[in-house]
């Protein structure tokens, strides 16, 4: 299955105030979105209040590295020995 392009934050809001006013197959004729895309954002918008379903940052796989490590990287003094 293909996954579609995202939809931007903006014309998110925009498709929940247009279906105030107009039918879900005008709304997605105005918009270009599929009527099942459309759902989908009235489905969010019911559920959290907001067109777009914030992630918390801490779930998932811890990165290797903080910004701390990194930034500490570049700052280490590098000394060069020669072999011969």
């Known amino acids: 299955?293909?996954?579609g392009k995202k939809v931007s934050e903006d014309?998110?809001?925009?498709?929940?105030?247009?279906?105030?006013?107009f039918s879900i197959a005008e709304v997605s004729a105005?918009?270009?979105?599929s009527i099942r895309k459309i759902r989908s954002i009235?489905?969010?918008h019911r559920?959290?209040?907001d067109v777009v379903v914030r992630r918390d940052p801490k779930r998932g796989k811890p990165k290797?590295?903080?910004a701390e490590d990194a930034d500490g990287a570049w700052?280490?003094?590098v000394t060069i020995t020669s072999t011969s």
């Open 1 to 3: 299955m293909t996954q």
């Open 11 to 21: 014309l998110s809001w925009v498709v929940i105030r247009m279906t105030s006013m």
């Open 30 to 33: 105005f918009t270009g979105l």
């Open 42 to 44: 009235q489905a969010v």
């Open 47 to 49: 559920k959290t209040g």
């Open 64 to 66: 290797a590295l903080s």
């Open 75 to 77: 700052t280490k003094p």
